[in-house]
């Protein structure tokens, strides 16, 4: 049985791919809603018709998710490196879902995952 401490510090016990996956696809749905559907409600107060309705939000919705992704895959880089560079095999994960792991180094260096939200049972 491993402790819950062992369980903390352990650089092995990484979010799974499914959760990083569900995250990443509701941290960008949430991306589109803000920079597509806010953008459609305002040109269409502002009298705005036709092509503006559309074209103007899909390019906004476009340019905040390819922002989001560029953001994720550099903050992956690193994390990535840093997490082989302390001994933890990243094999199975890409650099966007590394990017939205969130982790902490903790003075004696051991590396520490946020608490899970659910049982691993």
């Known amino acids: 049985m491993i402790s819950p401490d062992d369980e903390l510090y352990d650089i092995d016990n990484r979010p799974p791919n499914w959760e990083l996956r569900l995250n990443l696809t509701i941290g960008l749905a949430i991306?589109?809603?803000?920079?597509?559907?806010?953008?459609?409600?305002?040109?269409?107060?502002?009298?705005l018709r036709q092509w503006a309705l559309i074209g103007i939000p899909l390019a906004g919705a476009a340019a905040a998710v390819w922002c989001a992704l560029r953001d994720l895959k550099r903050r992956g880089l690193q994390a990535k490196a840093l997490y082989a560079a302390r001994g933890g095999n990243p094999a199975g994960t890409s650099d966007i879902l590394f990017g939205q792991m969130r982790y902490s180094i903790e003075p004696d260096g051991r590396w520490r995952w946020p608490e899970q939200t659910y049982s691993s049972d």
């Open 31 to 47: 991306y589109v809603a803000l920079a597509g559907v806010a953008p459609l409600f305002i040109l269409h107060w502002l009298g």
